[in-house]
């Protein structure tokens, strides 16, 4: 990161003529409407493109505009000035840079970026920034798996094949929550760079998975993810808010509430068959993760 000084304002749109390029913006008609309706005026696009190879591009904005933009990168490099501060972009790397401030984007000279992006409108966009930990200071985001984000611009081009017609909107504005959505289970929570510690994580809680009706202890786990307790624990916190045993006994409740909809299968023994050697304290965890005693669950889903 580096400061960067934005001199000028050139109103160009997102990209000059790029071979291959995908470009489309709603019409402004067509904005006042989703902004009108209940269930589109929280999250909305207001144009989206996807620019492969794209040399040349070159966006700069002294005078900013009432939208956030999103850009992911899936090959080459660039960079991005929010600010007076420089960000590198790069694969597997995405930008959501807020409404209402300066800012400048260019693809790399000698590696041009492809990028794929969205202008975003609504009530709740904020809040998915929140989400999604994007800041001013902090707006890049780093992705584990980027590549599988692709297909939500393919759905976005697909539900406007269908027009401007309320329920076409309504899919257009479920699609890009479902989009950020799946940008918040992408993104790196435990570095920049650490995705194979993220990688030893999600393997311990397929282990979790796999002993779902044993017992394991904190050391196990640890030693399953090669980690010290304490490193284990709180890179484990940092991606999943939980403590791993909090996290293991969860999906023990999950299990227990599949078990609990076969009606000849008594209490007691479903906590045994989950590990649970006191049917008291198995009550006791279920109705923390589930809000209601096991037996209470039992009367609400049969």
Not at 13 to 38: C, Q, V, W, Y
Not at 161 to 177: D, E
Not at 269 to 275: F, K, L, T
């Amino acid at each position: 990161m580096q400061k960067y000084h934005i001199a000028k304002d050139i109103n160009a749109p997102d990209g000059a003529e790029f071979p291959n390029k995908r470009h489309i913006a709603l019409p402004p008609k067509i904005l006042e409407t989703a902004r009108s309706m209940p269930l589109t005026r929280n999250i909305f696009l207001t144009r989206t493109g996807h620019f492969p190879n794209a040399a040349g591009h070159f966006v700069e904005r002294k005078t900013p505009i009432n939208e956030w933009i999103l850009i992911y990168c899936t090959d080459g490099k660039g960079w991005c000035a929010i600010n007076d501060e420089k960000y590198d972009i790069y694969a597997d790397i995405a930008v959501l840079i807020p409404a209402g401030v300066p800012h400048a984007y260019a693809a790399d000279k000698r590696s041009p970026w492809t990028i794929y992006w969205v202008h975003l409108i609504g009530d709740h966009v904020q809040e998915y920034a929140k989400a999604l930990n994007a800041t001013i200071k902090q707006p890049v985001l780093h992705l584990k798996h980027g590549g599988q984000l692709i297909h939500h611009f393919d759905e976005f081009y697909s539900v406007l094949n269908y027009g401007y017609t309320p329920p076409a909107l309504l899919a257009l504005s479920t699609s890009l929550a479902h989009f950020l959505g799946e940008l918040n289970l992408q993104r790196s929570r435990t570095g920049q760079h650490d995705f194979a510690i993220e990688d030893t994580l999600h393997e311990t809680i397929e282990f979790m998975h796999l002993n779902i009706y044993n017992t394991l202890s904190l050391k196990q786990l640890a030693q399953y993810a090669r980690m010290s307790v304490s490193h284990y624990t709180n890179n484990f916190r940092k991606l999943t808010g939980m403590t791993p045993i909090s996290f293991f006994i969860d999906l023990k409740m999950r299990k227990a509430s599949e078990l609990l909809h076969e009606p000849n299968r008594k209490i007691k023994d479903i906590a045994a068959i989950i590990g649970f050697e006191d049917p008291y304290y198995f009550s006791r965890c279920f109705k923390k993760a589930m809000g209601c005693s096991p037996a209470s669950y039992r009367k609400l889903h049969l």
